[in-house]
């Protein structure tokens, strides 16, 4: 029983280099979710899927991108990293949208970013 | 928007003693508030949930948490605390369909 599997663990950039996140659940999910968490400020949204197909911006988007690939996989791009964006980054996921609805998470990607 | 606050950075508790863990949110429509925990190196792990109905919620590990709405607080508790309980606990609220709000979060120590 995975759950939430995000790759890789921990990754080290330099300014401007690009990487993408990947995130994949077995739990026949609809919605997911990317956050990051910085110290101080727990967890911040930055993008989430309601459903395949469909993605949407959440609290801190910029500098990012996301796809939902197909149901399981949700990832999420940087395009060209900067040291802010120096982070600890959870995806989760939730049978559909909605208030009631818990979200699993993953057990993150710690990124420095030089 | 609901929003969450969590007063207190870092607690320490001695093994074996109560903990309360302070929350309070921002008045809205029907809050529905969640408590996780994250173990170091860990991703979140859901504790317990409140929704609506009984204001004294009972969740995993043996942590309760209670509604006040008067107080809009959702506090969380724990009558004895394990060395394993040594975390970070955030409480978190919907502020529409989608967006899950945390608080700041709370370290706590444990100390033998």
């Known amino acids: 029983n995975a759950g939430v599997t995000q790759t890789p663990k921990f990754q080290v950039l330099k300014t401007g280099q690009s990487m993408t996140l990947q995130c994949a659940q077995d739990?026949?999910?609809?919605?997911m979710y990317w956050y990051r968490q910085d110290p101080g400020m727990g967890l911040r949204l930055i993008y989430y899927?309601?459903?395949?197909?469909?993605?949407d911006k959440g609290e801190v988007p910029n500098g990012y991108n996301v796809s939902r690939l197909n149901k399981r996989e949700f990832s999420l791009r940087l395009e060209s990293a900067a040291p802010s964006q120096t982070s600890v980054y959870f995806c989760?996921?939730?049978?559909?949208?909605?208030?009631?609805?818990?979200?699993?998470f993953g057990a993150g990607t710690r990124l420095s970013v030089l | 928007a609901q929003s969450v606050t969590q007063p207190d950075i870092h607690i320490t508790v001695s093994e074996g003693a109560s903990l309360e863990l302070r929350c309070n949110y921002s008045?809205?429509?029907?809050?529905?508030l969640f408590w996780y925990v994250q173990s170091p190196g860990q991703g979140l792990q859901l504790l317990l949930k409140?929704?609506?109905?009984?204001?004294l919620v009972q969740g995993i590990k043996g942590f309760e948490a209670e509604f006040k709405r008067s107080q809009s607080s959702f506090n969380l508790r724990k009558p004895s605390v394990h060395w394993s309980d040594a975390a970070e606990y955030f409480c978190?609220?919907?502020?529409?369909?989608?967006?899950?709000?945390f608080g700041a979060g709370t370290t706590v120590t444990v100390r033998a």
């Open positions: 989760a996921s939730s049978p559909v949208g909605g208030a009631k609805n818990i979200q699993y």
């Open positions: 739990m026949n999910h609809n919605s």
């Open positions: 899927s309601a459903s395949e197909g469909t993605t």
């Open positions: 008045y809205g429509a029907t809050p529905y």
């Open positions: 409140y929704f609506s109905g009984d204001t």
């Open positions: 978190a609220s919907f502020s529409n369909d989608y967006k899950l709000s």
